[in-house]
């Protein structure tokens, strides 16, 4: 499913040159939960946004699915991420002109679906995360935990082959409740196997990184 050759990705130049992923080969294959565990300042983040398309590796090759993605433009890595990828970042990244409703159906209706058909979809992803009753609320008039919840939903609405969650000082309970959620997402909307998603995290809990199928842990320096 997702594929890594030598990727490195290095910061500065000379003497001030700072390696956060050093020649990675790393294989996640179609249904694994990934955990990517490692302290402050390890790669964890720099390596969410290579095997997501985000930015650009020094040197490597990441493979999607079957897809070269070093031969892909900006254009196709962008639709690519829309298409079939969902994500959940530390800081939700909701826009915070856009009620609820609207942030969750963004990338729906960014794929040119029917506007009236994207809503639909969006309401019961809230309704399923128990915030049907803050569909018209601006991200402002929700608390933190409610903006997370809708960033979950915005996640899930378009039944991703990868979700990519992004978590660091949150509570474990909440994200253990969070991993249930992806779960019952890949029963219910899932019915063949390989088409089933697979969901890595990014986080400092160690706890979360344990219930992985796969347990990429760092160096102090970086993943390699």
Do not use: C
């Amino acid at each position: 499913m997702i594929k890594t050759d030598k990727l490195t990705k290095s910061y500065g130049q000379g003497t001030l040159e700072f390696v956060a992923l050093k020649s990675l080969d790393l294989e996640i294959k179609t249904g694994e939960f990934t955990a990517i565990i490692g302290p402050s300042g390890a790669g964890k983040s720099t390596l969410l946004y290579q095997l997501s398309l985000l930015d650009e590796p020094s040197s490597g090759q990441v493979h999607f699915d079957g897809v070269k993605t070093w031969r892909l433009n900006q254009f196709e890595k962008t639709e690519l991420r829309l298409r079939q990828m969902g994500f959940v970042f530390q800081d939700y990244a909701l826009l915070p002109e856009l009620s609820a409703l609207e942030n969750v159906a963004l990338p729906i209706i960014m794929q040119g679906q029917d506007k009236a058909a994207a809503f639909q979809k969006a309401r019961a992803a809230l309704r399923r995360i128990g915030l049907g009753d803050k569909a018209a609320n601006l991200p402002s008039e929700l608390s933190g935990g409610q903006q997370q919840r809708v960033a979950i939903a915005r996640a899930l609405v378009n039944n991703p082959l990868v979700i990519w969650v992004q978590f660091a000082g949150v509570g474990i309970a909440l994200l253990l409740g969070i991993g249930g959620i992806f779960q019952d997402q890949i029963r219910s909307k899932f019915l063949k196997p390989h088409l089933t998603p697979i969901e890595p995290k990014i986080t400092h809990q160690t706890i979360l990184g344990e219930k992985g199928g796969i347990f990429i842990n760092t160096d102090q320096h970086f993943i390699y």
